[in-house]
Nanobody, 124 residues
Framework: VQLQASGGGLVQAGGSLRLSCAAS????????MGWFRQAPGKDREFVAA????????YYSASVKGRFTISRDNAKNSVSLQMNSLKPEDTAVYYC??????????????????WGQGTLVTVSS
């Protein structure tokens, strides 16, 4: 299984970006999916998760109400719509496949496949 993230870029504070992640393989719909981010000099942190069928989602407190995670199992894809972006959202964003089917606040040990990362830069 491989994950290919895209959609990062430079945006002004208050703007929006949509990240996408395309997955290969036939087991996509059996796994929950998530997004993490890593800012310069900081640890990688959980951002959002969606369960295997898209019914249940979970967000970190810092993005709840601004970001929306979604998935399309027919297209083996997961997306992260990011609105009202802030400079502190600047980071490399990684899509990730969870070992499990449920959405919750993942730690890195809950992840079995990582995408390559896409850079989001929010200017003030």
């Amino acid at each position: 299984v491989q994950l290919q993230a895209s959609g990062g870029g430079l945006v002004q504070a208050g703007g929006s970006l949509r990240l996408s992640c395309a997955a290969s393989g036939r087991t996509f719909s059996s796994h929950a999916m998530g997004w993490f981010r890593q800012a310069p000099g900081k640890d990688r942190e959980f951002v959002a998760a969606i369960n295997y069928n898209g019914v249940s989602t979970y967000y970190s407190a810092s993005v709840k109400g601004r970001f929306t995670i979604s998935r399309d199992n027919a297209k083996n894809s997961v997306s992260l719509q990011m609105n009202s972006l802030k400079p502190e959202d600047t980071a490399v964003y990684y899509c990730a496949r969870c070992k499990y089917s449920d959405a919750f606040a993942y730690t890195q040990s809950d992840i079995d496949v990582w995408g390559q990362g896409t850079l989001v830069t929010v200017s003030s």
